[in-house]
């Protein structure tokens, strides 16, 4: 299985590539909590204005399953 960069905050576990020609993932990255297809094409939000929320406000796991042993999204964000 192969991971994938989300493009938002940098995690490199995302299932699937955000997007391909075929359209968006529609995977909720569980770093950041982009939804890709949603938060960008549903609600208007843009890759950038979502990350610099998700920094302004800690940079804290999204998803209810634990992170990662050793993550730290502020590191990882300047991956």
């Known amino acids: 299985m192969s991971a ?3 493009p938002v905050c940098h995690y490199p576990g995302l299932a699937e ?3 391909t020609d075929a359209g968006p ?3 909720v990255c569980p770093s950041c ?3 890709f297809g949603v938060t960008d094409d549903d609600l208007g ?3 950038s204005e979502w990350r610099r929320r998700w920094l302004a ?3 804290r796991w999204q998803s ?3 992170a990662p042993p050793g993550w730290d999204g502020a590191a990882q964000a300047l991956g």
Request: hydrophobic share 20%; net charge negative.
């Open 33 to 35: 909590g982009f939804e």
């Open 57 to 59: 406000e800690g940079a």
């Open 17 to 19: 590539p955000p997007r």
């Open 45 to 47: 939000i843009p890759e």
């Open 4 to 6: 994938h960069l989300c």
């Open 64 to 66: 209810s399953s634990p």
């Open 25 to 27: 993932s529609y995977e």
